[in-house]
């Protein structure tokens, strides 16, 4: 089974705009939103959802009242100031460390597994999906990631399916390490802007560590044609293949307030052909590794 992520060194630069318009071209596979922190594939393949599951991650310190003797040893404790002056806990300012647990005299301290998303596994125009939502302020989108990830690839292997499309975090945090190991390849997409340059150069430092072929794809590259050449530069000497230039067009903007790709959208439009292009480049790529793992 193989997996492509698509990724990006900071958010809003058309990583879930690309998967989608991927999602037009693949065959026989599955869809995986891991950007859990901020869903947002889903708005581009109109999921039905036929199964949703709901996600636990972390803890949360209760005190139970009826216990508690109020010697205030667990405010001492507590480095995180989550413990009020009435002795019940400020769920915000918790951060799920324990030590209170742990070491409470009276054993007054319940730490329960909380609930803090939901997952899901839909049929969309395109393929089967799986995705999530992560609970407001929640954390461990890592490990929700992981899980994702998973139920993709448990997914695939019941419906006999061969390739994974992920769209992945932005940044280089804990969520993109969970969402490219073992990945067949990267998909890095980026803007000719110094930030862009910068976050990227970051990307490509990660995938190094982890040894996964990446692909560089440069979006609204004429709006800044000396910064374009700067990325594609860095990418030669890096060993990465570039996929194309997509150009600054409103189509592309257009096609998301419809809810469709690009390639729904303004299919003779310039960056409808590169990323055509692009999708011919990573389709030979993957079936070629398929044989690379045969021999």
Known sequence: MKEIVILSGKG???KTSLTAAFAALAQDFVLCDADVDASDLHLLTSPIIKQSTDFQGGNIAIINPDKCIRCGICQDLCRFGAIREDFTIDKIACEGCGVCFDLCPEQAIDFPEQTCGEWFISNTRFA???????????????????LVRREAANLAQVKNLSLIITDGPPGVGCPVIASIGGAT???IITEPTVS???DMERLVKLAEHFRIPSFLL????DINLEKTAEIEEFANGHNIRILGRIPFEQSFTKAMIAGQNILEYAPDSESAKTILNAWGVINEFTTNYKELEIR
């Open 218 to 221: 440069v979006n609204k590259f």
């Open 128 to 146: 089967p999906m799986v995705h999530a939502r992560l609970g407001i302020a929640e954390e461990n989108s890592g490990k929700l990631v992981s």
């Open 185 to 187: 390849a990267l998909v």
């Open 196 to 198: 862009g340059l910068h």
């Open 12 to 14: 809003g630069t058309g």
